[in-house]
């Protein structure tokens, strides 16, 4: 299913990165990426994800769907806690560029470090997104329980302390 990403979206998703990048930029720099611009779009794209999957799960009627959360915390209040909830569900959402998706393959990264990576829930639900920035469209390319997917390295070695999903190997 595709979702449209409307102009005031996009804009709200910016305005959030802008305000907060700074309480991630610690996280960054651990892994060796300092390019400010680049922090706020993937802080940017991972917002647009979260509210494109809420609009495709309303339109698939889960109308229990919570909306994305647009608040700013500080880095002492940062958690690995799920993007959405919808019933008894935790849903993990990441979202990728359709660009980057042609250049590292669809995948989507997530911390070592992260409960839902080093022990999962039960309820704990992957959706894997790509968003084509030049048709501003977000489609769920992979959905799966967490407890089923297979997670492997990274191809860029410098982003060691990540694992990643990869859609081929994710396929049933």
Known sequence: MVQK????????CKKFS????LTNIDEYEKRNQF???????????????????YYILLKMGIKD????DF???KRNEKN???DLKTGKFNLH???QTKKSALRFEESWMFQKKDCVVKAPKDNDF???????????????ALSNFVKLLKFDKPKLQKLSSKVCIYLKDNLQ
């Open 5 to 12: 990403i409307k102009k005031e979206v996009i804009e709200a």
């Open 126 to 140: 992957f959706i894997g997104a790509i968003y084509d920035e030049d048709n501003f469209e977000l489609k769920i």
């Open 80 to 82: 690995f806690n799920s």
């Open 71 to 73: 608040n700013i915390y």
């Open 93 to 95: 959402i990441k979202t």
């Open 18 to 21: 802008e305000k907060c990048y």
């Open 65 to 68: 769907v919570s909306f994305p």
């Open 35 to 53: 390019d400010n611009d680049k922090i706020k779009n993937d802080i940017c794209i991972g917002k647009i994800g979260e509210v494109g999957v």
